[in-house]
């Protein structure tokens, strides 16, 4: 069964930056589709980014378009989302996720695999 985990959340301050890390075990993540996704305290989760398995294909929610980047480092099988000029609005637990279909989406229900997440906060 696929595993991951997430890591580089914390406590930044607005217009800061972090980069999450979603590391897998047992398989190879370029096989997979990959997407991050956030869920704040009494809101529903969302989806910000993801990564398409068999190229460089992407996709980003229109509230992180230009401030976050989703990539993917083979060699050491992890896929990042680089988050620049964070605002307050992006805290949430942030999650990564797995899926073996034909494209990338922002769907979660399309998802098999999730990690345990990773609390960012932004806040001054």
């Known amino acids: 069964q696929l595993q991951f985990v997430e890591s580089g959340g914390g406590l930044v301050q607005p217009g800061g930056s972090l980069r999450l890390s979603c590391a897998a075990s047992?398989?190879?993540?370029?096989?997979?589709?990959i997407g991050w996704f956030r869920q704040a305290p009494g809101k529903e989760r969302e989806g910000v980014s993801c990564?398409?398995?068999?190229?460089?294909?992407?996709k980003y929610a229109d509230s992180v378009k230009g401030r976050f980047t989703i990539s993917r480092d083979n060699a050491k099988n992890t896929v990042y989302l680089q988050m620049n000029s964070l605002k307050p609005e992006d805290t949430a637990i942030y999650y990564c996720?797995?899926?073996?279909?034909?494209?990338?989406?922002?769907?979660?229900?399309?998802?098999?695999?999730w990690g345990q997440g990773t609390q960012v906060t932004v806040s001054s």
């Open positions: 047992r398989l190879t993540l370029d096989y997979y589709n």
């Open positions: 990564l398409f398995k068999s190229g460089s294909s992407t």
């Open positions: 996720a797995a899926d073996d279909g034909s494209g990338c989406t922002l769907r979660e229900y399309e998802y098999d695999y």
